[in-house]
T-cell receptor, first 112, second 114 residues
Framework: SQKIEQNSEALNIQEGKTATLTCNYT??????LQWYRQDPGRGPVFLLL?????KEKRKERLKVTFDTTLKQSLFHITASQPADSATYLC???????????FGPGTRLSVLP | NAGVTQTPKFQVLKTGQSMTLQCAQD?????MSWYRQDPGMGLRLIHY???????DQGEVPNGYNVSRSTTEDFPLRLLSAAPSQTSVYFC?????????????FGPGTRLTVL
């Protein structure tokens, strides 16, 4: 069966450390993978996209890797800040953007 | 640009009642979708549309209907509400064939069915 999982429901880290979130999938063939941030009571907001033929993407303090052999994406936030506290969702995208499948999310708390 | 708007923000229904959740976008996006979000289950796709007059089912379509008569609007109809449909509903839109195909989400509708 098809499944998409994120490493843990909640992750606590100390301010200034690097947060690493994991997204694993089975029985999908994504063209690309996206990461979103969701704050309480709000809709998700797009952060980054990485394509199947890309190994790594960066945007400011964010870094995403994609390993299609392991069927895994890692999402890193370096020099984390309390303002980074939110739920982070990964989404697989199949069929040229017509089929988005979201993971359950990881709630990140950055402690001052 | 208002982006993606949803109405209402909150709604309480009784079992068996029907209602329509409204969604509109002003970005001329071809793709629009409806998700429901339940604790621990992430976002699950209900229905989606790739253009006016074209709709298709997602992962959890039962109990919901959609139509797409214009590019801007994509209403979601609950035909006969059930307690299992208590959830937060998000509408989203994106441009097909773009570089990122990022989805823009509305603020959500929190629905409670008693």
């Amino acid at each position: 069966s098809q499944k998409i999982e994120q490493n843990s429901e909640a992750l606590n880290i100390q301010e200034g450390k690097t947060a690493t979130l994991t997204c694993n999938y089975t029985n999908y063939s994504p063209a690309y993978l996206q990461w979103y941030r969701q704050d309480p009571g709000r809709g998700p907001v797009f952060l980054l996209l990485i394509r199947e033929n890309e190994k790594e993407k960066r945007k400011e303090r964010l870094k995403v890797t994609f390993d299609t052999t392991l069927k895994q994406s890692l999402f890193h936030i370096t020099a984390s800040q309390p303002a980074d506290s939110a739920t982070y969702l990964c989404a697989l995208v199949e069929n040229y953007g017509q089929n988005f499948v979201f993971g359950p999310g990881t709630r990140l708390s950055v402690l001052p | 640009n208002a982006g993606v708007t949803q109405t209402p923000k909150f709604q309480v229904l009784k079992t068996g009642q029907s209602m329509t959740l409204q969604c509109a976008q002003d970005m001329n996006h071809e793709y629009m979708s409806w998700y429901r979000q339940d604790p621990g289950m992430g976002l699950r796709l209900i229905h989606y549309s790739v253009g006016a007059g074209i709709t298709d089912q997602g992962e959890v379509p039962n109990g919901y209907n959609v139509s797409r008569s214009t590019t801007e609007d994509f209403p979601l109809r609950l035909l006969s509400a059930a307690p299992s449909q208590t959830s937060v509903y998000f509408c989203a839109s994106s441009s097909l064939g773009g570089t990122y195909n990022e989805q823009f989400f509305g603020p959500g509708t929190r629905l409670t069915v008693l």
